[in-house]
């Protein structure tokens, strides 16, 4: 009875914490799209001064500073790289949070910008999100946490009745 209902408060502990991380999600693409807005609006100059100059292509508007022997010109096409290294990552980001919430978990779990996801736990406020995704993954963090738990203690259990037996025998 005691163990049952010991599952039952895991299952529910891990439902609620799962339910709160579609949020955590949500707030970390918050941010992502925010410093894309940031990023697009440092690079438009750099957009205009490409399509007078270069086609409209930024590549060769690098290409040219990095071409130049002014070290100002120069590092400028370093800090205009830099910036379309970072654009091009946000995206990459912002399609990664177009996909369902458990490959978004996946996704900050294995790339997550760890400076980014510190700065989205700070002010993170721990929410129920309720679309379909988000309940599926709250059930499924609530089963994998009353499941892991089970094992591990079914596990000890059966050690510990092992070790008893010998010490009877």
């Not at 807005?37 to 290409?63: N, T």
């Not at 654009?87 to 790339?111: G, I, K, M, N, S």
Request: charged letters at 15%; aromatic letters at 12%.
């Amino acid at each position: 009875m005691l163990r049952s209902l010991i599952y039952i408060i895991l299952f529910i502990t891990g439902t609620i914490a799962g339910g709160t991380f579609p949020a955590y999600f949500m707030q970390y693409q918050h941010r992502v799209n925010s410093q894309f807005d940031q990023v697009a609006m440092d690079l438009a100059p750099f957009r205009q001064i490409a399509d007078r100059y270069h086609e409209g292509s930024l590549d060769a508007l690098v290409r040219h500073h990095l071409a130049s022997a002014d070290p100002t010109f120069h590092d400028e096409g370093l800090a205009i790289r830099a910036m379309l290294r970072a654009q091009q990552a946000l995206v990459e980001t912002q399609a990664a949070f177009d996909e369902p919430v458990y490959r978004q978990a996946w996704y900050l779990f294995a790339h997550a910008d760890t400076e980014l996801a510190r700065t989205t736990w700070r002010t993170y406020t721990p929410t129920l999100v309720t679309t379909t995704d988000a309940v599926i993954f709250a059930l499924s963090a609530g089963l994998a946490l009353s499941l892991a738990c089970f094992i591990v203690l079914h596990t000890l259990g059966s050690g510990f009745r092992r070790l008893a037996k010998r010490a009877n025998a």
